[in-house]
């Protein structure tokens, strides 16, 4: 009887033999009530059992697709790493982290207290001080990280000023003798392999001003979780904040900049203030002034951007502090302020 009631509703592994319904034992229940056999829902469900029903979940195992060129990008990322670590000359992995409503809302996890913090019920956007996106660079080397915390729109011209602002505070001090940077970032999103405007941004404000030949390599889609930064600088701030409601980008910015691990991760964190233009468009003209060349092997993910001639780059600036991020003294935040100053970045 209960055979036939599952019967329009089952499915199953013809493998394993197991079977499931997304009828509750309950309703099952009722079924068979109306059919005068009166039985519970926990004789049900132990029935269902004996059966070989069990309850399931879906399952993350079908691909989109194997691209052909997967596996060689994974070597040629292996490679470009070993030989700009081997030259001494900084690896970087860059990503956008997941964006955060700013407000008295739900953050997953636990933690030890008296008693619980009540949050809003609903996470509303309109009821949120504002959206952070935090941007992360991870310094491989050093096991180092940055997170630059906008409040504005995730673009291109964000993404590598918050890249300028690791060189110009930590970069340039700790590779002084560097004349070229290995960025390794996703293939989406503002500094993805696509966009014309990462390319135009990189080559004004890293090449062109701070005198480096930029190397960029792309995980293909699909393949973000294996960019370092994933695994080894968000996830432990996401950990480090775990079921602290986010109520003030302060308060993001303070845990993110108390992240640390027994394995000597460090990271630091500031909020970028600046208000950024969406869909920047680069001209044809535009693009083919970009020095930027494709490397012979998988071109449209790996390419290097080389200084112009005669570029006036950062390192010989008369004033090389003009253009270093400001930081506010007053505690518990400190700020990039959105000035004259940094307008030059």
């Given amino acids: 009887m209960i055979s036939a009631i599952l019967e329009e509703d089952a499915a199953g592994d013809p493998m394993s033999e197991k079977k499931w319904t997304h ?15 009166k039985v519970s829902a926990t004789v049900v469900r132990r029935l269902l059992r004996q059966m070989d029903y069990s309850l399931k979940s879906n399952k993350k195992c079908l691909s989109a697709g194997n691209n052909s ?8 990322i292996m490679q470009l790493r070993q030989e700009f670590e081997q030259a001494g000359d900084p ?17 997953p996890g636990k933690t030890w207290c008296q008693q619980a913090k009540k949050v809003k019920d609903h996470d509303f956007r309109s009821e949120a001080l504002g ?13 180092f990280g940055l997170l630059v915390v906008g409040q504005s729109a995730d673009t ?29 970032a ?56 775990a079921a ?3 109520e003030t980008f302060d308060t993001l910015v303070n845990f993110a900049s108390k992240t640390k691990t027994e394995t000597g991760l460090r990271v630091d964190a500031c909020r970028d203030l600046r208000v950024y233009q969406k869909g920047i468009k680069v001209s044809d003209k535009e693009f083919r002034a970009i020095d930027v060349n494709g490397n012979d092997f998988l071109g449209k ?20 502090k003009a253009i270093i991020p400001v930081w506010q003294t007053q505690e518990p935040t400190r700020e990039i302020m959105s000035s004259a100053i940094l307008g030059k970045m």
């Avoid at 009828?23 to 056999?37: G, N, P």
């Fill in 131 to 143: 959206i952070a996106a935090p941007y992360g660079i991870y310094d491989l080397a050093r096991n």
């Fill in 156 to 184: 291109p011209e964000f993404a590598v000023n918050c890249i300028l602002t690791w060189w110009h505070t930590y970069g340039r001090e700790h590779y002084p003798n560097a004349k070229r940077l290995l960025i390794l």
């Fill in 244 to 246: 602290v409601p986010l």
């Fill in 301 to 320: 993910w790996n390419y290097t951007i080389s200084p112009s001639v005669g570029a006036v780059n950062a390192q010989s600036d008369s004033n090389p």
């Fill in 23 to 37: 009828q509750t034992a309950q309703k099952v229940a009722d079924a068979l009530a109306e059919r005068a056999i």
């Fill in 91 to 107: 690896v970087i992995s860059v990503d956008t982290k997941k964006k955060e409503l700013i407000g008295l809302f739900k953050n």
């Fill in 186 to 241: 996703d293939s989406g999103g503002s500094n993805g392999a696509r966009p014309r405007a990462w390319k135009k941004f990189l080559q004004q404000k890293i090449a062109d001003r701070c005198g480096l030949t930029v190397t960029v390599a792309h995980y293909p889609a699909g393949a973000s979780k294996w960019n370092p930064i994933e695994h080894r600088m968000f996830s432990e701030i996401s950990k480090n904040w």
């Fill in 69 to 76: 060129d997967r596996d060689p990008q994974f070597h040629m």
